[in-house]
Nanobody, 123 residues
Protein backbone atom coordinates (compact mmCIF):
# COMPACT_ATOMS: atom_id res chain seq x y z
CA UNK A 1 0.00 0.00 0.00
CA UNK A 2 1.31 3.40 -0.98
CA UNK A 3 1.89 5.60 2.03
CA UNK A 4 3.44 8.95 2.88
CA UNK A 5 3.66 9.77 6.58
CA UNK A 6 4.73 13.24 7.72
CA UNK A 7 6.15 14.21 11.09
CA UNK A 8 7.99 17.10 12.69
CA UNK A 9 5.36 19.81 12.76
CA UNK A 10 4.72 21.95 15.80
CA UNK A 11 4.66 25.42 17.30
CA UNK A 12 7.69 27.64 16.87
CA UNK A 13 8.32 31.37 17.40
CA UNK A 14 9.01 33.65 14.47
CA UNK A 15 12.61 33.33 13.36
CA UNK A 16 12.79 29.74 14.51
CA UNK A 17 13.35 26.49 12.62
CA UNK A 18 11.65 23.17 12.11
CA UNK A 19 12.46 20.05 10.13
CA UNK A 20 9.66 18.05 8.61
CA UNK A 21 10.09 14.42 7.64
CA UNK A 22 8.14 12.31 5.17
CA UNK A 23 8.56 8.55 5.35
CA UNK A 24 7.58 6.81 2.13
CA UNK A 25 6.54 3.22 1.64
CA UNK A 26 4.80 1.04 -0.89
CA UNK A 27 6.81 2.26 -3.84
CA UNK A 28 6.23 5.99 -3.49
CA UNK A 29 9.88 6.67 -2.73
CA UNK A 30 10.69 5.50 -6.24
CA UNK A 31 8.55 8.27 -7.64
CA UNK A 32 10.85 10.68 -9.54
CA UNK A 33 9.36 13.74 -7.86
CA UNK A 34 8.76 14.07 -4.15
CA UNK A 35 8.07 17.22 -2.25
CA UNK A 36 5.82 19.41 -0.16
CA UNK A 37 2.72 21.53 -0.41
CA UNK A 38 1.08 23.62 2.28
CA UNK A 39 -2.37 24.96 3.00
CA UNK A 40 -3.00 27.90 5.31
CA UNK A 41 -6.44 28.51 6.85
CA UNK A 42 -8.83 29.95 4.27
CA UNK A 43 -6.31 29.63 1.45
CA UNK A 44 -5.76 27.22 -1.40
CA UNK A 45 -3.08 24.58 -1.18
CA UNK A 46 0.21 25.86 -2.59
CA UNK A 47 3.42 24.31 -3.84
CA UNK A 48 6.45 24.59 -1.53
CA UNK A 49 9.28 22.47 -2.96
CA UNK A 50 10.14 19.24 -4.72
CA UNK A 51 13.24 17.16 -5.31
CA UNK A 52 14.02 14.98 -8.33
CA UNK A 53 15.13 11.52 -7.34
CA UNK A 54 17.87 10.71 -9.83
CA UNK A 55 19.59 14.08 -9.86
CA UNK A 56 18.61 15.53 -6.46
CA UNK A 57 17.76 18.75 -8.27
CA UNK A 58 15.47 20.90 -6.20
CA UNK A 59 12.80 23.47 -6.94
CA UNK A 60 11.22 25.95 -4.55
CA UNK A 61 8.37 28.39 -4.40
CA UNK A 62 9.61 31.96 -4.42
CA UNK A 63 8.13 32.55 -0.97
CA UNK A 64 10.40 29.94 0.67
CA UNK A 65 13.52 30.01 -1.50
CA UNK A 66 16.60 30.73 0.58
CA UNK A 67 14.85 29.76 3.82
CA UNK A 68 13.68 26.18 3.17
CA UNK A 69 15.79 23.23 2.03
CA UNK A 70 14.42 19.95 0.71
CA UNK A 71 16.53 16.81 0.81
CA UNK A 72 16.17 13.05 0.73
CA UNK A 73 17.78 10.06 2.40
CA UNK A 74 17.46 7.10 0.06
CA UNK A 75 18.57 4.62 2.72
CA UNK A 76 15.68 5.68 4.94
CA UNK A 77 13.12 6.30 2.18
CA UNK A 78 12.59 9.71 3.71
CA UNK A 79 12.29 13.23 2.37
CA UNK A 80 13.00 16.21 4.61
CA UNK A 81 12.04 19.87 4.61
CA UNK A 82 14.33 22.04 6.70
CA UNK A 83 12.57 25.33 7.41
CA UNK A 84 14.57 28.25 8.76
CA UNK A 85 13.74 31.85 9.61
CA UNK A 86 10.06 30.99 9.87
CA UNK A 87 7.43 33.73 9.82
CA UNK A 88 3.74 33.68 10.81
CA UNK A 89 2.94 33.55 7.07
CA UNK A 90 4.45 30.05 7.02
CA UNK A 91 1.71 28.80 9.33
CA UNK A 92 -0.11 26.01 7.50
CA UNK A 93 -0.70 22.30 7.25
CA UNK A 94 2.23 20.86 5.33
CA UNK A 95 1.61 17.89 3.05
CA UNK A 96 4.15 15.50 1.63
CA UNK A 97 3.47 14.51 -1.98
CA UNK A 98 4.81 12.19 -4.67
CA UNK A 99 4.26 12.02 -8.42
CA UNK A 100 5.94 10.93 -11.63
CA UNK A 101 4.92 14.00 -13.66
CA UNK A 102 6.62 17.37 -13.07
CA UNK A 103 3.59 19.19 -14.50
CA UNK A 104 1.46 17.89 -11.63
CA UNK A 105 3.31 20.10 -9.16
CA UNK A 106 2.26 23.40 -10.69
CA UNK A 107 -1.38 22.38 -10.68
CA UNK A 108 -1.33 20.51 -7.37
CA UNK A 109 -2.77 17.40 -9.00
CA UNK A 110 -0.14 14.99 -7.71
CA UNK A 111 -0.91 11.31 -7.31
CA UNK A 112 0.00 10.66 -3.69
CA UNK A 113 -0.49 12.69 -0.53
CA UNK A 114 0.37 12.33 3.12
CA UNK A 115 -2.09 13.18 5.87
CA UNK A 116 -0.43 16.52 6.68
CA UNK A 117 1.39 17.98 9.67
CA UNK A 118 0.56 21.31 11.31
CA UNK A 119 3.18 24.04 11.47
CA UNK A 120 2.31 27.10 13.55
CA UNK A 121 4.61 30.10 13.77
CA UNK A 122 3.85 32.58 16.53
CA UNK A 123 4.62 36.27 16.18
Amino acid sequence: QVQLVESGGGLVPAGGSLRLSCAASGGTFNMPFMGWFRQAPGKVREFVAYIIGKSDRTFYAASVKGRFTISRDNAKNTVYLQMNNLTPEDTAVYYCAADSNPLSWSSGSVDYWGQGTQVTVSS
